[in-house]
């Protein structure tokens, strides 16, 4: 159950991120510098499943996971989807996440869809593609922001998130808008709005990553916020997200 949009400009990439689980789960970890493959990444953890959700990577890659709860839960023991994005975490790009996707078993994870945003997104290649597996067939294609899960009343929660998307950004897609989003909850509609409430669940987390452009000098940031608890009630800004950022320096792209 989770909620991410995105933009994409001349300035690089930024995603928005609210992560829905059930109250019984176990609170996650603050992002964690890791070394994977010899790739520095950013990530926050599951202490259940050891995965995440969401990584940033020295190349400026991110990855975002969201589950499918309409899919077909393939038979047998299955492994962590988080642990499934922890593996492709240290790709570099899109063209490489692609590579070790298509040589999975995905056999032993249940459905998903899982984001890339490679680091070379501007205004003029502003493609996000999407790794999808339904439990019987995967796909790999673009994909338009926002995109939802849940496995309450989905044609309804995509109906109110979609429409509440569009009114909000109609006139402007912008940071500013898109952070309203995340901290929207409609005291009417609990389930349904962008930072979601039921009895046996809620949204836990919000998590931004910006990624610039490189600039002249070659460098350009990377960063990810996190901020644990409801996004409704954080009281969530670009002031506030600079008081829980984690930094990456951007690592030299090797040819491949």
């Known amino acids: ?27 996650a970890l603050p992002p964690a510098r890791l070394s994977i493959n010899d790739t520095e990444v950013l990530m926050p953890i599951d202490p259940v499943g050891q995965g995440s959700w969401i990584s940033l990577n020295e190349f400026g890659m991110t990855l975002c996971l969201l589950n499918n709860y309409q899919g077909q839960v393939p038979e047998g ?5 988080g642990q499934l994005l922890k593996t492709l975490s240290c790709e570099a790009g899109v063209k490489q996440v692609k590579r070790t996707f298509v040589a999975l078993d ?16 501007s205004a003029s290649c502003s493609e996000v593609m999407a790794f ?20 309450v009343d989905l044609e309804n929660v995509l109906n109110y998130r979609n429409g509440l998307y569009q009114a909000l950004t109609q006139a402007d897609k912008s940071f500013a808008q898109l952070l309203q989003f995340h901290t929207s909850h409609h005291p009417e509609h609990t389930h349904m709005s962008p930072c979601m409430h039921r ?5 836990v987390s919000f998590t931004y990553v910006k990624v610039s452009a490189l600039r002249e000098e070659n460098s350009r940031d990377q960063v990810m916020a996190y901020v644990p608890g409801s996004p409704c009630r954080s009281q969530l800004s670009a002031g506030s997200l600079k008081q829980h950022s984690y930094r990456l320096h951007r690592a030299e792209l090797l040819a491949s």
């Open 132 to 151: 999808s597996w339904d439990g019987r067939h995967c796909t790999i294609a673009p994909t338009d922001s926002p995109l939802f899960s849940s496995g």
């Open 199 to 203: 009895d046996d669940a809620q949204t």
């Open 77 to 81: 023991k299955l492994i962590s989807r």
């Open 106 to 121: 995905l056999q032993h994870y249940a459905p998903f869809t899982l984001l890339a945003f490679d680091p070379s997104l």
């Open 1 to 27: 159950m989770c909620s991410v949009s995105w933009l994409v400009d001349s300035d690089g990439y930024q995603v928005f991120f609210n992560r829905d689980e059930q109250k019984s789960r176990a609170l």
